[in-house]
Each structure stands twice: as structure tokens, then as C-alpha cells.
């Protein structure tokens, strides 16, 4: 047997052992670290696999060439090759088949960096010997078990298992140091090597270790050589470590609330976490096979492509805003941020729902300006009404005297609606600045409403609206301010007629919302609400009429406000808008 000692001269000769699996396709049982070197890869990754797969195709012809030659003849196979990354240096590779009582073959593979013709060395009784010298150096774990016991460890088995001396270990069973959960099935995997029916390979088992610590391992074993009661030579591969970090990344992956994805390069879904399930009511492979723009809302798909071709020139995202489609047909706000690796071309991105967060924001500033104004209002209210007192005296006076002159006759009526309109903006501010509805009594929305909207009959006749009332039977009272929340609805109804200049049809909804709401809808043609002005709606003097105040809905959100209710608005370009109003009932107390 030439070559095993040459290969313990130098411990820098990349080296391998392949064994045949069932399907007879020879498969890679060890490796050392310059093999590994040699192909690039490491040495873990080498095991269980085809030469097909750890050379690239010509050298793998050779190598499958030489080590079925040696595996056939039974005999020393020896030839050149050269690996791709160092075409000047020839190595030599030399397999050697070692043959076990069941006449299958395993072969070592040794790369000569050079041609070892004149290097052979004796063989003969010579190779047990050399055999185990060359396994006291591994650098992973071997045993050799006969009948479960132990007659043979390497020093890299000692300190695996936390052993001071490899005596320690020798003379004991090896299920001393399997877990005993999985003793059953690993007697029942050693049984299936010995009789050569199924390849041990990467087999993953907790061990014991001689502290009581356990670890995560990987058996891979075959039937040693040349034994009389079918040894079992095994390695053991710990893989603590990879595998607590794999354990602890995938825990995180499927437990954050919050959104996790890879995408490749071309935009391809790699990997969603299943808060994507949870959040939008899609399955993952739903999501997965869904273009970017059908889960995006339209008008932030602009954003997220230009976002992604920043994150494929390798700039980093952060706090993108993009509002997403859930299976229930509305939208969340997710921030997203994502940062690209390119070299793997994938892209990461962590998203947060920041839905409720937002609304939260929103309300807060709406009502701080509303109180606000509140107050001013209030001040102001008072500082017009009673100039405005004496100026309206005036003109009495001066009407009583020239009012008969039809010269003055125009700037009597305008100075007439000029008043009203005065008064009109005073006393919508005065509303504001009422801190508190002081009338609480249940009412029945059922009444109110139609009684709203024939009050705004004659306006909608003039600007040609049809208007209409749908109502649901049986609906329980809300506990309300009469006056202001008929104040409300003659807002959100006007607001809608005059939304329609060139007429339409206006429905005015009442439905029971849930358990605790009754809402009220207002719809109309429109010609809709921009989306920067709908985040808008509310702000004092917001206004895109000619003569309009700008005061109306923010004085329906302070009643609203209240009145512990909502409102709501959803709007379309060129097609309607539509205020909800949701209101508490009034449910009966026992008092
Ligand atoms: P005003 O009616 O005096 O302008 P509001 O506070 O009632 O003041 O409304 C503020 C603004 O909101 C309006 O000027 C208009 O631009 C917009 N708006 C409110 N309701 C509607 C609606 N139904 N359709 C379209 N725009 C609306
Ligand atoms: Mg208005």
C-alpha cells in the first residue's frame, strides 16, 4: 500500500476517503483541510458528496476515472492532475483501495503536489499501523467501535468529548455518550451500516460529554477494513455552534412581529418570515408569487422600484414608507428599511407596521390645534362681537336717515351681507371655542338624519343633487349634543353638494357599525380629496373654496371629538368622497 506513508510525511498532501453509498455513486466520507484547500471549499462541506460535485467537470472525469480503476482492479491507481487553479504545478493523484471483509472498497485519495515516482514506500503489514498514525493526526473526531465498544480514539475525539486522555474513552460503549433518547435510532442506524444497507453519513445526534455537557454531532461511519467482527470506524463532526446559531437565527426569523424578507436582484421573493402571514392574510407562497405592484397601493409603487434599484447600486434604504395591500382589501403603512449585499446579490429589508402609530400622530396634532384654536377662537369671538354690535347700531342710524336716498341703496345691502357673513364666521368660531357639549341625551340617529337632509333640501335642488337616505330599521340611540351634531351633518352634507358643481347624487347612510357604533355616511360624485389635502382635512382656514371659511370640519372633528366619535374620510380623484361618522351608543346603564 503506497502512498498512506508519504501521506504522514507530509500532512500538507490533500487528502479524501470515498466509499461507495447503495446506488454504488462514490461519495466523499472525509477530507482533511488542504484537500479542502485544494478544491476551494471546506472540509465539512466535502463530505457526502460526488467528485461530480467537488471538481469541476475534467478533473472530475479523472478522479472518478482513477478511483473506480482503483476500486475494480483492486488496486493502487496513480496519474497526473492538474487543478484548475494552479495549472503549473502538477499534482499527482494516487487513490488506494481498502478493502473490508464485505469486499466493498473504500479508497483513499491522495494529491501529490509532485510526481512521487521514486517516493514509494513499503506497505504490507506496515498499513494498519500507518492507518491509525495517520488518524491520531485528524483533525476531527475517529473511533473505532467493535460491538458498541470503543477500542480506538484519536486525540481530536479526547477533546471532543471533553476527555483528558484518549484511555479515557477506549473501553466504554459509545452509547455512554449518546443521549439516551436517541439511542434506538442510532442502534438502529449502526445496525443498517454493518449490514451494509444504508451509508452512515452526517447522522445528527446529541452527545454527552465526560463534564455532562451535551453537544450537537455528526456521525458518519463505515465498516472498518479488514475486521473480524465488523468494526465500525467513526467521525465525529461537532456542530454545536453552527447549529445554536442557525437555531437562534431561524427563532428570530419566525417570532419578530415585525416584517422580514429577501429579495434577489431581479426582485425575486428568497425568504419572508411568517409575520408576512399574520399581517396581510396572504399565504407566503401567495406573496411570493405576487408582482411588487399588486401588493403595493398604486401610488407607492414609484417609490419602492426607484428604491430598489438604489438598494442594487449598494445604497442602504432607510425608513421607507409604503402602504401595502392586506387580503382584506385595505392598506398598511410599513417602514421599511434594507440594505443590499451585492456580492450575494440579495437584498434584506425589515419592515414595521407604523399604521396605528401614524393615526395616533395625526390625531394628536389635529387635536393640539384644535385646542388651540379653541381658545383662540373663543377670545376672538368676543373681541368682534361687540364692536360688531355697535357698528350694526350704526348702520340702523344711518339707514333710518338716507335709507330713502336709492343712490345709497347698494352699500346698504352690501354692507347687509357683509354682516351676515362677519357673523357667520363669529359664530362658527364661537361653536369652537364651547369647550364641552353641555346636552347629553339619547338620540335616534334614524330621526335626525332625514330631518338634516330635508332641512339641505332646497341647496341640493340649486346645484341640482339628488339626495338619498338609506337607513337600517331598529337602530339603538346614540348619546349626543343635538344641536351639534345636526351642526355635523348640514357640514358634511353641504361640503358634498358643494363638492358637486355640475350636480350629482349625494347618499346619506345610517348603519349599525359594530357592536358599539352606529355610523353615519355621507357620499358623494365629487371631484375627490388630494391625498396631501386629506391629511390636511380639519386645519383651520384649510379651504379651496372661493368663499369658503375653511372653519366647517374643523368644527366637526371637535364635535366629533366630544363626543367620543370619529371621522372619517375616504376619497377618490374624480370619482367621490365619503365622510363616516361613528358614533357610541348609548347603551343602557342600571342606574
Ligand atoms: P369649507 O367648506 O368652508 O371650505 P371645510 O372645513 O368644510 O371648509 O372643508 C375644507 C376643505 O375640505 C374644502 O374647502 C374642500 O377642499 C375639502 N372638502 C371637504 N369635504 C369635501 C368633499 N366632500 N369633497 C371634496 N372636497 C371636500
Ligand atoms: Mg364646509
Redesign the pocket.
Known sequence: MTGLSALLDDASTPAALFQPDTAATLLCMWANRSFAAMIGSNASTAIGRSPRELFPKGQADLVLESLQAAQTRRQPIRQRFHTAADRQQPYEIAVEPLEGNDGRVCLLVLFHPSPLAERSAPGGDASERSYKKLVEQFPDSVLIVEDDIISFANPACASLLAATTTDQIVGRSLFDFILPMQHPELRHRLRALRGDKEPLLGFETSIIRFDGTPRIAELSGFVSEGSRNRALQLMIRDVTEQRTTQEEHNRFFTMTLDLLAVYDFDGKVVALNPAWTNKFGFSLEELSQRKFAAIVHPDDVQAGQTAALLLGKGVPIVNLELRHLTAGGEYRLIRWSSSALTEHKKIYAIGTDITEMREQQDLLQKSEKLSIVGQLAAGLAHEIRNPLTSLKGFLQLFRKRFGHDPSYADYFRIMDTEFVRIEEIVNEFLILAKPQPRNFQPHDMSELVPDIVKLLEPQALLGSVEMTVDIEPDLAPVNCDENQLKQVFV??I???I??MPQGGSLNVKVTRRSEDYIAVT?A?Q????PQE?LNR??EPF????V??????????YKIMEAHQGRLH?E?RLGQ??T?EVLLPIAHETTS
Not at 526 to 529: F, P
Not at 547 to 556: F, K, P, R, V
Open positions: 357640514n358634511l353641504k361640503n358634498g358643494e363638492a355621507v358623494d365629487g371631484q375627490g380629496i389635502q382635512l380639519g384649510m379651504t379651496t373654496k368663499n369658503g371659511t375653511g372653519l366647517g370640519l374643523m368644527i366637526c374620510f376619497s367621490g368622497t365622510a
